[in-house]
């Protein structure tokens, strides 16, 4: 999760010098290698990193100097200026710029930073960049963020997000897109009751982190409702619990609509454990999308797993379409497995 924390807990290597060059001139300057942390996590491994990179070889023996691992506490308010003064390549080809604050620390500037700021805010003479500056947690990682860039966004959404308690089971609605503190998205299938159980469930289609940008881009935009036309939901999860912090809104769409992969839905609903905890509207609303993609399998499927007994209303509608639900059960427990 990206978030820009209010406290920063800096701990510091031993002082140090390092070279750089600037027009063909090579310049030597002090500085305190630094590692910035949220300061209501642990600094536990940060102390170690200092300790561990402050040491000396000393007379045959390692000799920590003065000052490695002292902790500065400052709020996480905006700073200007940069000094770029060296790139550090790493394993597996990555590599981190070095960058010196006006304070004399020695910190790591990622290179999509470093091109924001070349693009908006720019470079002057002795490698020194320009702009106001942030530091933001970014999973596990602090890293030096540019106000105001699209990345300064996302982290002021996170931010916004990580202050937001968990939705209450009750309150979670059908066909509801759904946002977790992790960055994960989930919209919600609908509630779950394995028979001879009191205990409900919750099911889910969930996308990654990785794909929930993506996702809520287009549900912004509207075009998520056309990719839904057509293409799977993906697996479906069932949990007893959740992690969902924020709605997003709804699905209009083919609400709640009951179809999947092999790992997904036809697991749910080709084991006879399963009830689904409905209301008769969505039930409804479920039946007539299926009528209309054609899909008698996964109609037949579904209605064998509608909560006994069913509803007049949705009788009638049985009735009216020449559903027999006795043929559905008969089916769906003979070959559930030609069903997907």
Same mark, same amino acid.
């Given at each position: 999760?990206? $978030?820009?924390?209010?406290?920063?807990?800096?701990?510091?290597?031993?002082?140090?010098?390092?070279? *750089?060059?600037?027009?063909?001139?090579?310049?030597?300057?002090?500085?305190?290698?630094?590692?910035?942390?949220?300061? @209501?996590?642990?600094?536990?491994? @940060?102390?170690?990193? @200092?300790?561990?990179?402050?040491?000396?070889?000393?007379?045959?023996?390692?000799?920590?100097?003065?000052?490695?691992?002292?902790?500065?506490?400052?709020?996480?308010?905006?700073?200007?200026?940069?000094?770029?003064?060296?790139?550090?390549?790493?394993?597996?080809?990555?590599? @981190? *710029?070095?960058?010196?604050?006006?304070?004399?620390?020695?910190?790591?500037?990622?290179?999509?930073?470093?091109?924001?700021?070349?693009?908006?805010?720019?470079?002057?003479?002795?490698?020194?960049?320009?702009?106001?500056?942030?530091?933001?947690?970014?999973?596990?990682?602090?890293?030096?963020?540019?106000?105001?860039?699209?990345?300064?966004?996302?982290?002021?959404?996170?931010?916004?997000?990580?202050?937001?308690?968990?939705?209450?089971?009750?309150?979670?609605?059908?066909?509801?897109?759904?946002?977790?503190?992790?960055? /994960?998205?989930?919209?919600?299938?609908?509630?779950?009751?394995?028979?001879?159980?009191?205990?409900?469930?919750?099911?889910?289609?969930?996308?990654?982190?990785?794909?929930?940008?993506?996702?809520?881009?287009?549900?912004?935009?509207?075009? *998520?409702?056309?990719? $839904?036309?057509?293409?799977?939901?993906?697996?479906?999860?069932?949990?007893?619990?959740?992690?969902?912090?924020?709605?997003?809104?709804?699905?209009?769409?083919?609400?709640?609509?009951?179809?999947?992969?092999?790992?997904?839905?036809?697991?749910?609903?080709?084991?006879?454990?399963?009830?689904?905890?409905?209301?008769?509207?969505?039930?409804? /609303?479920?039946?007539?999308?299926?009528?209309?993609?054609?899909?008698?399998?996964?109609?037949?499927? $579904?209605?064998?797993?509608?909560?006994?007994?069913?509803?007049?209303?949705?009788?009638?509608?049985?009735?009216?379409?020449?559903?027999?639900?006795?043929?559905?059960?008969? /089916?769906?427990?003979?070959?559930?497995?030609?069903?997907?």
């Amino acid at each position: 999760m990206k $978030y820009i924390p209010e406290q920063l807990k800096i701990v510091l290597q031993a002082p140090k010098d390092i070279s *750089y060059t600037v027009l063909g001139k090579t310049l030597t300057k002090e500085v305190r290698p630094a590692f910035v942390t949220d300061a @209501a996590k642990s600094q536990d491994t @940060a102390l170690s990193w @200092a300790q561990r990179g402050s040491q000396r070889w000393v007379v045959g023996k390692r000799v920590t100097p003065k000052g490695a691992g002292e902790i500065v506490s400052v709020p996480n308010k905006p700073f200007q200026q940069l000094q770029l003064v060296n790139l550090e390549r790493r394993e597996e080809g990555g590599r @981190a *710029y070095k960058v010196v604050t006006e304070e004399g620390y020695l910190v790591d500037l990622r290179e999509d930073v470093l091109f924001d700021i070349l693009m908006t805010s720019g470079a002057g003479e002795g490698g020194i960049l320009r702009g106001s500056f942030v530091w933001g947690m970014n999973g596990t990682q602090m890293r030096i963020v540019l106000v105001d860039s699209p990345l300064h966004k996302e982290f002021l959404d996170g931010t916004l997000l990580k202050g937001l308690k968990k939705i209450s089971n009750k309150d979670l609605k059908v066909g509801h897109i759904y946002v977790a503190k992790s960055g /994960k998205v989930g919209i919600f299938r609908g509630r779950m009751r394995q028979k001879d159980s009191r205990k409900n469930f919750l099911a889910w289609t969930e996308y990654t982190p990785y794909l929930a940008s993506r996702v809520i881009s287009e549900f912004d935009s509207g075009e *998520y409702e056309e990719r $839904y036309k057509k293409d799977r939901l993906g697996n479906v999860t069932i949990t007893k619990a959740h992690s969902y912090i924020k709605e997003l809104g709804k699905v209009e769409v083919f609400p709640n609509v009951v179809h999947g992969t092999v790992d997904g839905w036809c697991q749910v609903l080709e084991s006879s454990e399963w009830v689904l905890l409905e209301d008769e509207e969505t039930i409804l /609303k479920t039946l007539e999308c299926l009528q209309d993609r054609l899909r008698k399998h996964e109609l037949d499927t $579904y209605v064998s797993h509608i909560p006994r007994p069913v509803s007049p209303k949705i009788l009638a509608y049985f009735e009216e379409h020449g559903i027999s639900l006795e043929a559905c059960d008969e /089916k769906v427990r003979r070959s559930p497995n030609l069903l997907w």
